[in-house]
Each structure stands twice: as structure tokens, then as C-alpha cells.
């Protein structure tokens, strides 16, 4: 259970509001499927704990995954002073996405993902993820599968979304103090504050 401001304990957030995890890559990989036109059985996760068989070889297919993440120094914090109080910290995060892209296809489905990627409608669709850059180099790597050499295409996304989560900071209803200054003379002054 997360603390709050009025304990004398660490405070975590009540529930993050931005997607992570396989929820952030569920919809990375909707989008994939959208905009390279894959059906979702070929658009995979590169890291699975238990992974699917790999497609045949005359197969074009697609793994996707974040590789990098980076975020900024110092996230935005603002009070929401609605019912008891909260804080909402925001931060903003960089991100790769790795695509690599398996079969005889794989450079088409690259360059229409690079050409979908310009479209608004489908980089709407991503929000609040934004897209940053879209890739303008991709690398072929062949690699070996099922005992056959296959054409796998390296090429990767960078992407920046909003990270959003809310903090049990209560109101400040009241407060006791002692104002003093360093003037000459020095100036001495209880404070109390009552909402």
C-alpha cells in the first residue's frame, strides 16, 4: 500500500498513468501490425519467456522491442489541490523501438514503414506516445534459421511519451513557524496558518 504526505514514510505512486511494461507493448505492437499491414500472429515481441515457433522460411515477419529507454533529469511536479490533495509528477522518456524484420518482404515492409510513419493519422494513433524520428537507415543482418539462411532487416525507432503519476501529497491545511531574518536588527515573528 503506497504511504502518503501525511505519514512519515516513502511515498510511491498510487497507480502510474501511462502504460508500461506489456501493456506499452501490446500497443507498439498494434501499431506495427496498422501501419506495416502484418496480421498480428506475425508481429511478435523480441523477448518472450516462452517463444512461439518461428515462421516459415518464404514467411515475412516482424520482432519488436524496447532496447533503450532514457528520461529527462527533472520531471514536472504539480498539485491538484481536488478532494485531499495530490501530486501529479510528470517526466518525459525517450525510447527505442528495435524492429527487426524477418522473410523475402522485409525491405517493403521497412520502406512502407518508414513512408507510414510520415502519414498524421497513423502517428495519431500512437498518442500520447510521440514519434521523433523516423528511421532513415536500416540494416540487413542474414541470419540463420530452421537451417537456412534468411533475410532479417535491423532498423529502429525512436519514440518520446509523457510518463504521468500521481502521488498521495495531501493539502497543507495548516502550518507553525517562526519567521527570521538576517536584517540588522534581526526581525523575529511567530507565523500560523489555518485553512
Same mark, same amino acid.
Given at each position: 500500500m503506497?504511504?502518503?504526505?501525511?505519514q512519515?514514510?516513502?511515498?510511491?505512486?498510487?497507480?502510474?498513468?501511462?502504460? +508500461?511494461?506489456?501493456?506499452?507493448?501490446?500497443?507498439?505492437?498494434?501499431?506495427?501490425?496498422?501501419?506495416?499491414?502484418?496480421?498480428?500472429? +506475425?508481429?511478435?515481441?523480441?523477448?518472450?519467456?516462452?517463444?512461439?515457433?518461428?515462421?516459415d522460411?518464404?514467411?515475412?515477419?516482424?520482432?519488436?522491442?524496447?532496447?533503450?529507454?532514457?528520461?529527462?533529469? +527533472?520531471?514536472?511536479?504539480?498539485?491538484?489541490?481536488?478532494?485531499?490533495?495530490?501530486?501529479?509528477?510528470?517526466?518525459?522518456?525517450? +525510447?527505442?523501438?528495435?524492429?527487426?524484420?524477418?522473410?523475402?518482404?522485409?525491405?517493403?515492409?521497412?520502406?512502407?514503414?518508414?513512408?507510414?510513419?510520415?502519414?498524421?493519422?497513423?502517428?495519431?494513433?500512437?498518442?500520447?506516445?510521440?514519434?521523433?524520428?523516423?528511421?532513415?537507415?536500416?540494416?540487413?543482418v542474414?541470419?540463420? *534459421?530452421?537451417?537456412?539462411?534468411?533475410?532479417?532487416?535491423?532498423?529502429?525507432?525512436?519514440?518520446r511519451?509523457?510518463?504521468?503519476?500521481?502521488?498521495?501529497? *495531501?493539502?497543507?491545511?495548516?502550518?507553525?513557524?517562526?519567521?527570521?531574518?538576517?536584517?540588522?536588527?534581526?526581525?523575529?515573528a511567530?507565523?500560523?496558518?489555518?485553512?
Amino acid at each position: 500500500m503506497p504511504g502518503n504526505s501525511s505519514q512519515n514514510v516513502y511515498v510511491t505512486p498510487n497507480a502510474p498513468l501511462t502504460p +508500461f511494461g506489456q501493456d506499452l507493448q501490446r500497443i507498439l505492437q498494434q501499431w506495427v501490425v496498422g501501419v506495416s499491414g502484418l496480421s498480428g500472429s +506475425f508481429v511478435r515481441p523480441l523477448w518472450q519467456q516462452e517463444p512461439a515457433n518461428i515462421p516459415d522460411v518464404g514467411d515475412t515477419w516482424a520482432a519488436i522491442g524496447i532496447t533503450e529507454t532514457t528520461g529527462d533529469a +527533472f520531471p514536472y511536479i504539480e498539485h491538484d489541490p481536488a478532494g485531499d490533495g495530490s501530486d501529479v509528477v510528470q517526466n518525459n522518456e525517450t +525510447f527505442v523501438l528495435a524492429t527487426r524484420w524477418y522473410g523475402p518482404d522485409a525491405g517493403r515492409l521497412c520502406a512502407t514503414m518508414v513512408m507510414s510513419c510520415a502519414v498524421p493519422q497513423n502517428r495519431d494513433k500512437l498518442l500520447p506516445i510521440k514519434l521523433i524520428r523516423v528511421p532513415d537507415r536500416w540494416l540487413s543482418v542474414p541470419v540463420l *534459421f530452421k537451417e537456412r539462411w534468411q533475410n532479417r532487416i535491423d532498423m529502429n525507432i525512436v519514440m518520446r511519451r509523457q510518463l504521468d503519476s500521481r502521488y498521495a501529497i *495531501f493539502n497543507l491545511t495548516s502550518a507553525q513557524g517562526i519567521l527570521r531574518t538576517d536584517t540588522t536588527p534581526p526581525y523575529q515573528a511567530p507565523i500560523n496558518v489555518e485553512q
